[in-house]
DNA sequence: TCTGCCATGTAAGTTGTTACATGATTAT
DNA sequence: ATAATCATGTAACAACTTACATGGCAGA
């Protein structure tokens, strides 16, 4: 249900583009929140076309395969605006290394230490090129309209990385101690 | 896959629990790490018999219908004990939330903050709680063995909730200002 | 008597993953 | 040459949700 809405929320930033184009986006920094395989969003592209959400321009490419780029009709846009007032509850998530922790003292502590430095090690990582993107979006314009809510969803995934980090600290001095 | 994981997880812990005891502690505390619907667990739960992972006893109660209570079988605990020690990639997490924010400017903007608000006072309920069990979990008794693995999973759901309330913060100052 | 909790499941439908399938263009 | 990137899909399977189904016991 809600993928059909994160691909309307993408197409509305940014009309006419391609299943590929969303594949991308889905993998890279908005993955973080909302993963999609091309797989999945090539067939939720068809559909949301079939409910006239999206309408389709199809490139033809001499001798390649046809490039289909996808834009909000406005009963798309509608929709999307409907859903984006309509209160939900916080999502729900999964965390496999939370289940791990919770039975951890059933392996060994070392392997235990060396799946968060992992983890931390990671996060660490994400969380320097979040930081990149925040300096980019700070400096180059005033933040208006649009950016603003960007700069948010922005802001949570500092925040979220900087939380990991944190909470890996604290679990490393505490077992590291006997 | 992991739903089975997170069962042996549980009766690693406890043993002899029924069906309807996980059930309720994947709709309790536990449930902001993971989620399962008690369908899913008792469809789980005769997979992981027929595997051999967990065994089960039968306790006729009179009128009733039977309780069955389930426990690790060796088999089982090394499974556990074997999936533990794999790495594993920080786990996708999906937040609608975060999907509605970037589209944010095409919804009425007092909308947009009283979503926040409410979404603000869910997560200062959810972090009251689990600083009380934090309180508990520290005063009754020294922290020993498995108790420390499940205080470092409280310790997450604390520094996560703290998080959440501290970006809603962040969100509220940054929209109220014109 | 009615609500809520205890207790267990089946079945249908939706969503998401993995495997399979193809083929051109561009950079090393 | 070989790998990576662009570009689009189908099909089988696994995971998860929602609806349906049953029935006793305890307390208000």
Redesign the pocket.
Known sequence: ???AYAILAFLAQEPAR???DLA?QFAGSVGRFW??????I??ELAHLREQGLVEVQVQPRD???E??TYSLTPLGAEKLREWIGRPIEPSPF?DALMVKMYAGHLADPGEVLAEVRRHRARHIEWLSRLRERNRDMLCNTKLEQGQMFRYLTLRRGIRLEEEWVAWCDEVIALLQQP
Chains 1, 2 share one sequence.
Do not use: D, F, V
Request: proline share 0%.
């Open positions: 249900m809600s993928l391609s299943g590929y991308k993963q999609a395989s091309h797989q999945q090539y067939m001798g390649q395969l490039k289909k999964k």
